[in-house]
């Protein structure tokens, strides 16, 4: 879940501020705190780009771990099996159009 702060730091990367509950503490003299309304906006545009990633989360928890990956490297037999099981899981989180 994107918090306000998320979106904050994404919009002032620099910026010294304090969030409590939705209570915001603007602590940055040479920086204007944005609007709540862009804060808004930035917390739904970072959370659309958060769920469109879905796909690459689920994929990552199914690959080959890199210790398999190693002994793939040694293995001619096991690197099929690499291919293999990369191949299923990647269809069964496919990449969205």
Known sequence: MITISDALQSLRPKAQFAVRGDVIEW???EQT??????IDAEVIRLQAEYDA???QRKRKAEY??????VVALY???DKADIE??????K???PKPS
Not at 64 to 69: A, G, I, K
Not at 84 to 89: G, S
């Open 53 to 55: 990633l879905e796909y």
């Open 91 to 93: 269809a069964k989180y």
């Open 84 to 89: 293999t099981k990369r191949a299923a899981v």
């Open 27 to 29: 602590l940055d003299t």
């Open 33 to 38: 705190q944005p609007s709540q309304s862009e």
């Open 75 to 77: 293995d001619t037999g």
């Open 64 to 69: 080959p771990t890199v210790e398999e990956l």
